[in-house]
T-cell receptor, first 111, second 113 residues
Framework: GENVEQHPSTLSVQEGDSAVIKCTYSDSASNYFPWYKQELGKGPQLIIDIRSNVGEKKDQRIAVTLNKTAKHFSLHITETQPEDSAVYFCAALYNFNKFYFGSGTKLNVKP | SQTIHQWPATLVQPVGSPLSLECTVEGTSNPNLYWYRQAAGRGLQLLFYSVGIGQISSEVPQNLSASRPQDRQFILSSKKLLLSDSGFYLC????????????FGPGTRLTVL
């Protein structure tokens, strides 16, 4: 099966700084990589995703990069704001319809 | 637009009691459906997924079971709850095609005492 590793487990940044979260995956056949934001007591919310035919995707302050050769992908948040504070999960699609998730990164943006 | 519902939102049950959590999806047809469990401060563990009515794949052997009696209804059950079953249970759906996006419900907080 797939194995997704996520780092760091916690990340604290000053408001306005950038935050980077990295994930690696094991199955070279994986071709879809979503990122989720989870606020306390709520279900995860899809914030951005990338497919294997693309190296980078941006949506306002959020970007995701994918390196298929190295089998890793990263989430980049620029100009962080206090409302970006949450737990972020990466995931990889395996075997067409199963998603495997990283262990999560707790992001704290200090005002 | 599509929406996903879960109930109840919270549940406190004694050890050894039965469990039934329900998930329904609106606004789509033939979705893939998923049950995940999230222990406190931990990641998401895939429990079951279903690609169609009556088709259930189990990822983790345990005392839980899942059923899909209708296209957009997914039920998580147990005959006898264990303390270790406590957690945050999340239902999710994705489109029927490989690589379709996956969306989560609001979750059910289960506490087994």
């Amino acid at each position: 099966g797939e194995n997704v590793e996520q780092h760091p487990s916690t990340l604290s940044v000053q408001e306005g700084d950038s935050a980077v979260i990295k994930c690696t995956y094991s199955d070279s056949a994986s071709n879809y990589f979503p990122w989720y934001k989870q606020e306390l007591g709520k279900g995860p919310q899809l914030i951005i995703d990338i497919r294997s035919n693309v190296g980078e995707k941006k949506d306002q302050r959020i970007a995701v990069t994918l390196n298929k050769t190295a089998k890793h992908f990263s989430l980049h948040i620029t100009e962080t704001q206090p409302e970006d504070s949450a737990v972020y999960f990466c995931a990889a699609l395996y075997n067409f319809n199963k998603f495997y998730f990283g262990s999560g990164t707790k992001l704290n943006v200090k005002p | 637009s599509q929406t996903i519902h879960q109930w109840p939102a919270t549940l406190v049950q004694p050890v050894g009691s039965p469990l039934s959590l329900e998930c329904t999806v609106e606004g789509t047809s033939n979705p893939n459906l998923y049950w995940y469990r999230q222990a406190a401060g931990r990641g998401l563990q895939l429990l079951f997924y279903s690609v169609g009515i009556g088709q259930i794949s189990s990822e983790v052997p345990q005392n839980l079971s899942a059923s899909r009696p209708q296209d957009r209804q997914f039920i998580l059950s147990s005959k006898k709850l264990l303390l270790s079953d406590s957690g945050f249970y999340l239902c999710a759906w994705s489109g029927e095609f490989p690589g379709d996006e996956q969306f989560f419900g609001p979750g059910t907080r289960l506490t087994v005492l």
